[in-house]
């Protein structure tokens, strides 16, 4: 482990985030429902818009 280039292996050690937290879930499917959804709000926002 004093090697500079050896990091720690295992299940969720790669990740750039906790999946283990209390509302991981919650943030998970904002994040995700933000996402899928902001094209289509901005669909219809420009075709509601006055030109």
Do not use: C
């Not at 004093?2 to 991981?24: A, D, V």
């Not at 943030?27 to 959804?37: E, S």
């Amino acid at each position: 482990m004093s090697s500079p280039y050896h990091y720690p292996e295992g299940p969720r050690s790669n990740l750039p985030f906790n999946p283990l937290t209390r509302f991981f879930w919650l943030r998970y499917w904002g994040f995700m429902a933000a996402g899928f959804g902001a094209p289509f709000g901005i669909a219809v926002w420009q075709m509601k818009k006055n030109v």
